[in-house]
């Protein structure tokens, strides 16, 4: 299908595209804020766990051994975003902290709103 269904490989592409921008170290602190460690462990297990089999899956279909193997402009591209979109990622866990905490600051709200527009422009079409 990945060879001779345009669609599916359009698809796959797009996929791809989404896991290269993926980052589970980044996922892992945002589960950090879920306060029940057992349910945090869980869930968070089962996304890696299916993380790893999409990535696995994907790779096999493809032949490739590695994301975006066939794409190095928009690998680099994306690798080259990564030092800009992850300070904002750690800054939202902690304005999300604040926020959960129940600060009555206006600015972390407003900041907070800031994080979310800027890692969605730094992702683009998946933001």
């Known amino acids: 299908m990945h060879k001779e269904w345009p669609f599916f490989r359009t698809m796959l592409s797009n996929m791809d595209m989404v896991l290269a921008k993926t980052s ?3 996922a892992s602190r945002y ?3 879920v306060p029940d460690q ?3 462990n869980d869930i968070f297990g089962r996304i890696c766990a299916e ?3 999409t990535l696995a899956a ?3 279909i493809t032949e490739s ?14 690798e ?3 030092p800009y979109i992850d300070p904002l990622n750690h ?3 902690e304005l999300l902290k604040a926020h959960r905490a129940g600060s009555d600051d206006p600015k972390v709200l407003r900041s907070l709103k800031l994080t979310i527009n800027g890692i969605s422009a730094g992702l683009r079409n998946s933001g």
Do not use: G, M, Y
């Open 24 to 26: 589970l170290a980044i």
């Open 65 to 78: 051994d590695s994301l975006l193997a066939t794409k190095p402009l928009l690998s680099r591209s994306i």
């Open 80 to 82: 080259n975003r990564f």
């Open 38 to 40: 057992a349910l945090r």
């Open 51 to 53: 993380h790893a089999r």
């Open 31 to 33: 589960a950090d804020l």
């Open 91 to 93: 800054l939202q866990v």
């Open 58 to 60: 994907l790779l096999e």
